[in-house]
């Protein structure tokens, strides 16, 4: 059984582990609308907060302003790299993540019995420490894609 909140490994587990195809545009559907909803919520609760410190009604992304609040929903790459960079950049982060969960339950390596959470955090962590610094770790298509859709539909940040 898949059990992923992100797209990209489900799809992973289409090509490689036999996950059913059929399943992965419902599985990518409830994700990204899972994230979009609780990138809502989160955006309701602190919705005053955010007109407090930027302005009424005034959403601004990192670069445009001091007061930028956008980066708190969302990733954006550094300001150097370029689009290329960034696609680099993700499939790299992306295919760690991926090669590492598989060894990770593969019982034929071992695998990571009861210590998979443990394991799972070290290599979130690890990557975000080292591969995330330069597009804002965004390594979950559900996660951005979620927050970019909110974000869009709520007018999103101006510059």
Do not use: H
């Amino acid at each position: 059984m898949v059990r992923t909140r992100n797209p990209s490994v489900t799809l992973a587990n289409c090509v490689f582990r036999g996950f059913p195809w059929w399943k992965w545009p419902i599985y990518a559907c409830a994700q990204v609308t899972g994230c979009f909803c609780g990138a809502a919520i989160i955006y309701g609760n602190y919705k005053s907060a955010i007109d407090a410190y930027e302005g009424y009604g005034v959403r601004t992304v990192p670069g445009y302003s001091d007061t930028a609040t956008a980066g708190v929903f969302n990733t954006y790459p550094q300001p150097f790299l370029t689009k290329t960079g960034q696609v680099f950049s993700e499939i790299i982060a992306s295919a760690v993540l991926i090669f590492v969960i598989f060894a990770l339950k593969d019982e034929r390596n071992l695998g990571a019995t009861n210590l998979l959470p443990l394991m799972l955090f070290f290599l979130i962590f690890g990557i975000g420490a080292t591969l995330g610094w330069e597009t804002g770790y965004a390594i979950n298509l559900a996660r951005d894609f979620g927050r970019f859709t909110r974000e869009f539909y709520s007018k999103g940040p101006r510059g």
